[in-house]
Nanobody, 122 residues
Framework: QVQLVESGGGSVQAGGSLRLSCAAS????????MGWFRQAPGKQRELVAR???????NYVDSVKDRFTISRDNAKNTVYLQMTSLKPEDTAVYYC????????????????WGQGTQVTVSS
């Protein structure tokens, strides 16, 4: 069974930093793009960062220059380093493997995990 387990969320003040981790089963991690998504209350889930199997990265404009996605292929783990956090970054963050065409066009490959809550206060 495909599993995705996110961790590392928490509550921080604006300007703070957090590092999220996502452990994935090898069957879905190996050779696939991985993405970090977020869903704020009342909003749709959006893809905010993606990393290809070879390390190419893409970011939505709202997180560019503040968030960094990376992956450790030996550990089947993808990370999201978040800096200069803003209240509008508050959301539940999820990861998933994906077939990627663009930040607005992709197909998720795995079942969604529980996510990890990030709360940024002003």
């Amino acid at each position: 069974q495909v599993q995705l387990v996110e961790s590392g969320g928490g509550s921080v003040q604006a300007g703070g930093s957090l590092r999220l981790s996502c452990a994935a089963s090898g069957s879905i991690f190996n050779g696939n793009s991985m993405g970090w998504f977020r869903q704020a209350p009342g909003k749709q889930r959006e893809l905010v960062a993606r990393i290809s199997s070879g390390g190419t990265t893409n970011y939505v404009d709202s997180v560019k220059d503040r968030f960094t996605i990376s992956r450790d292929n030996a550990k089947n783990t993808v990370y999201l380093q978040m800096t200069s956090l803003k209240p509008e970054d508050t959301a539940v963050y999820y990861c998933n493997a994906l077939i990627y065409y663009s930040l607005s066009r992709y197909s998720g490959l795995g079942s969604w995990g529980q996510g990890t809550q990030v709360t940024v206060s002003s």
